[in-house]
């Protein structure tokens, strides 16, 4: 079936420190990637997305680029600022070994970022 | 965007009584809302997809009569933990889709930490 390998963390930064989360994923066929991020307290949120190879998904910064050959899908950002600091969860949907509209989760990576 | 919104947040009980928790849609129709499952340092688990008038379909592994789900309204589905032991305690999380089945967005609640003493 399908599965998504994410970096464990949890990850400590300065604030505007270059950030990567690394994940990749276990699919046939053709998935789309995500990224949720859930800050404290609150339920997961999309980030970004990719539904085919070599797209780029892109959002308040962050960018992850669906890359095919080496099946990755890492989330980057530049500079973090300390409202960064949550838990980033990769997730994939609709490889076959899952189903259309079934998402599979990384662990999640909890991000902290120091003033 | 669209709001969903889980009640309680938090909840202890005692161990064999019944939970009950709810996840509301509240600016949108959800025909399919999903249950899931987080432990510390753990993914989401998907336990059950709720769809609105029929029976949930259970992932493997998740014990229906112990976890019972009823989508009863395009914007209600609820999750009874039923005599709860304290193995149950966890982060349950829904979310619901908007829009098409294989297109729509998924919005998640905010959560509910059931602890069972």
């Known amino acids: 079936g399908d599965s998504v390998t994410q970096m464990e963390g949890p990850v400590t930064l300065s604030e505007e420190a270059f950030l990567t989360i690394n994940c990749t994923y276990t699919?046939?066929?053709?998935?789309?990637l995500f990224w949720y991020v859930q800050y404290p307290g609150e339920g997961l949120q999309l980030l970004l997305k990719a539904t085919k190879a070599d797209d780029k998904g892109s959002n308040k910064g962050f960018e992850a680029t669906y890359r095919k050959e080496t099946t990755s899908f890492h989330l980057e950002k530049g500079s973090v600022q300390v409202s960064d600091s949550a838990v980033y969860f990769c997730?994939?949907?609709?490889?076959?070994?899952?189903?259309?509209?079934?998402?599979?989760f990384g662990k999640g990576t909890l991000l902290t970022v120091n003033p | 965007g669209a709001v969903v919104s889980q009640h309680p947040s938090r909840v202890i009980c005692k161990s064999g009584t019944s939970v009950k928790i709810e996840c509301r849609s509240l600016d949108f129709q959800a025909t399919t809302m999903f249950w899931y499952r987080q432990f510390p340092k753990k993914s989401l688990m998907l336990m059950a997809t709720?769809?609105?008038?029929?029976?949930?379909?259970?992932e493997q592994g998740v014990e229906k009569d112990k976890f019972l789900i009823n989508h009863a309204s395009l914007t209600l589905s609820t999750l009874t933990v039923t005599s709860a032991h304290p193995e149950d305690s966890s982060f349950y999380i829904c979310?619901?889709?908007?829009?098409?089945?294989?297109?729509?967005?998924?919005?998640f609640g905010e959560g509910s930490r059931l602890t069972v003493l």
């Open positions: 699919a046939t066929g053709y998935p789309s």
């Open positions: 709720s769809n609105e008038g029929s029976k949930a379909t259970y």
């Open positions: 979310s619901a889709q908007s829009g098409g089945r294989n297109t729509g967005e998924l919005f």
């Open positions: 997730a994939l949907k609709g490889g076959r070994g899952g189903s259309n509209y079934k998402l599979t």
